[in-house]
């Protein structure tokens, strides 16, 4: 079954340090995202990648960085994380910009002291 | 930018009560996907709706396009029904999805 995984599923981070979340999608799709959801809102996009060795900023790209190094695999990365990225993280991945065929990963919880 | 309004913003039925979730867009949405989020976080794709009238077992989406306007209906709800509801779109000229904040359900057995 076409997926996409997430990893870590949880992680602390403390002020300052520099954190990786991973992303690993087997629908063979092109697109990429990165979400994060606060609590009580909906989903924001951080960044996203169409095809492998690009990223496109989206919404809110500020203190976040991504890489995407194979169609496979999405990186997002926190250099020096902050209290305000405590949040969920979503990835995802569509078939292609017409978004019709979204799957989403199952989330990771960020949290930074 | 695009903005995605939903309401309500939480909802409270008795199981077996129907349900109509609304959404409203500032700008012509070339796509319209409503989603939903389990209890635990996971979000699933509903419906791909950008216009029309689409079923699927209790739930069913109407979007009009003209008006700026999308509609999720449950009916005959179910506990397994509870937890958010959110709606997104793609507007015109754009490439990404943007998501309003949900409609939390909850269901009282």
């Known amino acids: 079954e076409a997926a996409v995984t997430q990893s870590p599923r949880s992680k602390v981070a403390v002020t300052g340090g520099k954190v990786t979340l991973s992303c690993h999608q087997t629908n063979n799709h092109d697109y990429m995202y990165w979400y994060r959801q606060d609590t009580g809102h909906g989903l924001r996009l951080i960044h996203y990648s169409y095809v492998a060795d690009s990223t496109e900023k989206g919404d809110i790209p500020d203190g976040y960085k991504a890489s995407r190094p194979s169609q496979e695999n999405f990186s997002l990365i926190l250099e020096l994380a902050s209290l305000s990225q405590t949040a969920v993280y979503f990835c995802a991945s569509s078939v292609d910009r017409s978004n019709s065929d979204y799957t989403f990963g199952s989330g990771t919880r960020l949290l930074v002291i | 930018g695009q903005q995605v309004q939903q309401s309500p913003a939480s909802l409270v039925l008795q199981e077996g009560e129907n349900a109509e979730l609304q959404c409203n867009f500032s700008s012509t949405a070339t796509r319209l996907q409503w989603f939903y989020q389990h209890p635990g976080g996971r979000l699933v794709s509903l419906f791909y709706n950008p216009s029309g009238t689409k079923h699927t077992g209790r739930l069913t989406s109407t979007t009009v396009t003209n008006e700026r306007r999308s509609s999720l209906h449950i009916s005959s709800s179910q506990t397994t029904d509870s937890g958010t509801y959110f709606c997104?779109?793609?507007?015109?000229?754009?490439?990404?999805?943007?998501f309003g904040k949900g409609t939390k359900f909850s269901l009282i057995p």
């Open positions: 997104a779109i793609v507007g015109t000229g754009s490439n990404r999805l943007t």
